[in-house]
């Protein structure tokens, strides 16, 4: 009878999701995984059919992160607002992975663009905090966070690179300056 598995997927995972974390994706390899587990990487490949399922895994845990921070977001009030805060801040927290989740072109089709706000489940739920919120029609709230999406994903992508501070109170007046001075445009069907 073969020995019983020291390490389970989950704890595979877990350990893949931490190199992802602090290391960045070059640092995921099979090698290094085997060496955080404290042995080789024998036991990797008889729970996973190769590495790309081990960095799937990883980077699916960490857009689980990033949808945690957006939930939050969502809860605040304003809701929109807090989202954008939310994204700016998993930036400052979660560098690394917010640089391969959004910065990365490897996941060029995940992040980084309007097409990835759409195609997340949580698109839906920011726009109807627009709809919601400010009575704006989905044309117009589509629009209007098309706008801030650049802004505050600009911001984020400052912070993450370390080009800019996180300074979260004057951050959050930025998207309020910026928000304000669309918002009537967009009520009046002006905004492009």
């Not at 996973?48 to 009030?77: H, I, N, P």
């Not at 698109?123 to 801030?148: F, K, M, N, Q, V």
């Not at 690179?161 to 930025?174: E, K, L, N």
Request: proline share 6%; hydrophobic share 40%; with cysteine.
């Amino acid at each position: 009878m073969p020995p019983a598995a020291r390490h389970s997927r989950e704890d595979i995972l877990e350990a893949a999701f931490g190199i992802l974390r602090a290391e960045g994706p070059s640092a995921l390899t099979a090698r290094h995984l085997g060496e955080v587990l404290g042995g080789s990487s024998r036991p990797i490949f008889t729970l996973f059919r190769s590495m790309q399922e081990v960095q799937t895994g990883a980077m699916e845990r960490a857009k689980d992160l990033y949808s945690s921070y957006l939930d939050r977001g969502l809860r605040a009030d304003p809701p929109f607002k807090g989202a954008g805060m939310e994204h700016i801040r998993f930036a400052a927290d979660e560098p690394r992975l917010f640089q391969e989740i959004f910065m990365s072109p490897a996941n060029a089709g995940w992040g980084g663009s309007r097409l990835f706000l759409q195609s997340e489940a949580n698109y839906a739920r920011i726009l109807h905090s627009l709809t919601g919120y400010y009575a704006l029609p989905p044309d117009a709230a589509g629009r209007l966070y098309e706008h801030l999406w650049i802004y505050a994903h600009g911001l984020a992508s400052l912070i993450a690179t370390g080009v800019m501070p996180a300074d979260m109170d004057r951050i959050s007046r930025q998207l309020t300056e910026v928000f304000s001075s669309l918002l009537p445009h967009c009520q009046k069907g002006e905004l492009l």
